[in-house]
Nanobody, 120 residues
Framework: VQLQACGGGLVQSGGSLRLSCAAS????????MFWYRQAPGKQRELVAG???????NYADSVKGRFTISRDNAKNTVYLQMNSLKPEDTAVYYC???????????????WGQGTQVTVSS
């Protein structure tokens, strides 16, 4: 499964950005979709996740500011980021987990990362 992420960029503190990540490839089903981020010198951290049923979870640092959503028909996950802060600056990665029903095996795929920079 290939993932194509886009939507990053440079924004001022308090601004907004919307990331998207589309999954494509052979016949598959998606269980859960996630956004992670990694700032320079720091470990990659989970930002938000959403299950196939729409249940969401967020890191405490982004609750109330970020919203994760998905379009199952398009196999796409979004991350709406509002009230951005300089500490949100990082490379953001999408992660999709699912399975190939015909093959009876699972997959765990990562996107290439998209840079988000928030200036103060």
């Amino acid at each position: 499964v290939q993932l194509q992420a886009c939507g990053g960029g440079l924004v001022q503190s308090g601004g907004s950005l919307r990331l998207s990540c589309a999954a494509s490839g052979s016949i598959f089903s998606i269980n859960a979709m996630f956004w992670y981020r990694q700032a320079p010198g720091k470990q990659r951290e989970l930002v938000a996740g959403i299950t196939s049923g729409g249940t969401t979870n967020y890191a405490d640092s982004v609750k109330g500011r970020f919203t994760i959503s998905r379009d199952n028909a398009k196999n796409t996950v979004y991350l709406q980021m509002n009230s951005l802060k300089p500490e949100d600056t990082a490379v953001y990665y999408c992660n999709v987990r699912g399975q190939f029903p015909a093959l009876g095996r699972t997959f765990d795929s990562w996107g290439q990362g998209t840079q988000v920079t928030v200036s103060s």
